[in-house]
C-alpha cells in the first residue's frame, strides 16, 4: 500500500490505456494494432505474425507507398477475455495462399475461450463465452452473438441482430434502446492493476 | 514475452529437418515425440506424451492450444497433474523409466495422425491408442475420446465429440449437433493442395526454434 506504483502488475498498462496481461500471448506484436483502452486478459493469444503475404498492389510496381502490413487491428474500449484466440482468416487468392487482416471496431467484447477468424467485426458486438468466429465471417454494428456459437465460415451477420446456435442463426433483435449494453466503458474500469468496483 | 510454459518432463524427440515448430509450443511427457516431415506446429500447441509415444505424419498442421496426448480424463489439467504424480518427479527418472514401459505401453497409449492432418485451435486429442486418418480436418474445440480412430479426410466440425473407443468411418463428417453424413465431394487432392500452399507461407511467417526441444 505505501508505494504508489507496484513494481509488477498483472496487466501492463501502456499509455494510450491499453491493459495487456502479462499472461497474454502476443505474437508478432509489431503487426498489432490497439486503438486505445483496449482489455487483453491472461491467456488471450493474438497472432500478429500471419500477415498477408499477397499484396494487391505488388503486381503493379508496388514501390509506391510502404506496404501495410497490419495482420490485426482493434478498435477502443474492445475487451478480449481469458483463453480468447484472435487470428487472421486465411484463403487461397489466386492460386496462392495468404492470410487476410482482422479488423475489429470500437466496443467489441469477446467472451472467453472464444476463437475469432472473422474478416471483420464491426463496432458495439458482444461475442459470448466459447464462440466459434468461422473464417472470413463479417459481423456488422450492434451484433450480440450468445454463449456456445458456432459462425461458419463466410457468414454475414446484418447490424442489430441476436445470433445462437451450431450453426449460427439469427434468433431476434437487439431492442429499441437496448444499445447501452453494449457499452464497455465501465467494463474497462473494472480491471487493470487498480480496478475500480463496477458502477450500479 | 510470457513465461516458458514448460512442465514436466522434456519428451525425447524425433524431428524431420523440414519441421516448423514455433518456440511457445509446450511438449511434454516422456515417451517419443515423432514428427514428419513439412508439419506445422503453431505457438501454444500442446504435445504431451506422458501416456504414449505422438506420432504425427507429414505436413499436418496443428494449431494454437489443441491438446495431442495427454490423459483421457481431462485434457488440461492432465498436464499439471502428471507432474505431481510420483515416478516421473524427475525428468532425468521419467525418461529412464520410460525406455522399459515403452515396450508394453507405448503402443495402446499413443497418439497418431496421418499425412495432411489439420487440428484447429483448442481441438483435443486424447491417448490411448487414437489415432486420426490422413487429410481429417479436427475443427476449432473438437474432442476425440481415448481409443478413437477416426478415417481418412473426415471432417470434425467445430466443437464436435467423437466419443472414446469410437470408429469413424472415411468421408465421414462429424457435426456438433451428433449428427453424421458422408463428404461425397472427392476434393481430397484439391484440399491436400490448399494445406500444402497454407504450409509454404506458415513455413515463412513462423520462426522455428526445433533446437529448443531437441
Not at chain 1, 106 to 131: E, L
Request: proline residues 7%; contains cysteine; hydrophobic residues 35%.
Amino acid at each position: 500500500m505505501s508505494s504508489r506504483r507496484p513494481p509488477r502488475g498483472e496487466y501492463i498498462e501502456t499509455d494510450t490505456g491499453n491493459k495487456v496481461a502479462r499472461k497474454a500471448t502476443l505474437v508478432g506484436t509489431q503487426n498489432i494494432m490497439l486503438g486505445g483502452k483496449t482489455v487483453i486478459q491472461p491467456d488471450a493469444i493474438i497472432r500478429g505474425d500471419l500477415v498477408r503475404t499477397i499484396h494487391p498492389s505488388s503486381q503493379s510496381g508496388g514501390n509506391a507507398a510502404p506496404q501495410n502490413n497490419t495482420a490485426i487491428s482493434i478498435g477502443r474500449y474492445c475487451f478480449l477475455s481469458r483463453n480468447c484466440c484472435l487470428r487472421p482468416p486465411g484463403r487461397l487468392y489466386k492460386g496462392a495462399f495468404t492470410y487476410m487482416p482482422l479488423r475489429m471496431g470500437d466496443h467489441v467484447f469477446i467472451g472467453a475461450g472464444s476463437v475469432v477468424q472473422a474478416a471483420s467485426i464491426g463496432s458495439h458486438v458482444h461475442i459470448g463465452a466459447g464462440s466459434v468466429i468461422g473464417e472470413f465471417a463479417i459481423i456488422k454494428d450492434y451484433v450480440r452473438i450468445l454463449d456456445g456459437t458456432v459462425v461458419p465460415p463466410n457468414m454475414v451477420i446484418p447490424s442489430f441482430s441476436i445470433v445462437a446456435g451450431q450453426p449460427a442463426r439469427v434468433i431476434g433483435e437487439v431492442p429499441e434502446g437496448g444499445h447501452e449494453a453494449f457499452e464497455l466503458r465501465d467494463l474497462y474500469k473494472t480491471v487493470g492493476n487498480n480496478p475500480q468496483p463496477a458502477p450500479h | 514475452m510470457a513465461p516458458s510454459a514448460q512442465s514436466g518432463p522434456k519428451p525425447p524427440v524425433h524431428f524431420s529437418s523440414s519441421l516448423t515448430i514455433a518456440e511457445l509450443a509446450v511438449l511434454t511427457g516422456a515417451h517419443h515425440i515423432s514428427i514428419h516431415s513439412e508439419s506445422v506446429i503453431h505457438p501454444r500447441a500442446r504435445l504431451d506424451s506422458l501416456a504414449g509415444r505422438v506420432t504425427i505424419g507429414r505436413r499436418c498442421v496443428v494449431h494454437e492450444r489443441a491438446m495431442i496426448g495427454g490423459s483421457a480424463s481431462s485434457g488440461l489439467t492432465s498436464a499439471r497433474s502428471s507432474v505431481a504424480s510420483p515416478g516421473v518427479l524427475s525428468p532425468t527418472a521419467a525418461v529412464a523409466g520410460s525406455g522399459g514401459e515403452a515396450s508394453q505401453s507405448a503402443t495402446p497409449q499413443s497418439v497418431t495422425l496421418g499425412d495432411y492432418v489439420t487440428v484447429e485451435v483448442g481441438a483435443t486429442i486424447e491417448a490411448g491408442g487414437t489415432a486420426v486418418g490422413d487429410g481429417t480436418v479436427v475443427g476449432v474445440g473438437a474432442r476425440v475420446g481415448a481409443g478413437a480412430v477416426v478415417g481418412k479426410h473426415c471432417t470434425l466440425t467445430p466443437q464436435s465429440v467423437v466419443s472414446p473407443g469410437e470408429v469413424v468411418p472415411d468421408f465421414t463428417v462429424v457435426l456438433a449437433n451428433g449428427m453424421r453424413r458422408t463428404d461425397r465431394r472427392g476434393m481430397t487432392e484439391l484440399k491436400n493442395k490448399g494445406l500444402a500452399r497454407q504450409i509454404e507461407v506458415l513455413r515463412r511467417l513462423i520462426s522455428s526454434k526445433p533446437a529448443k526441444f531437441a
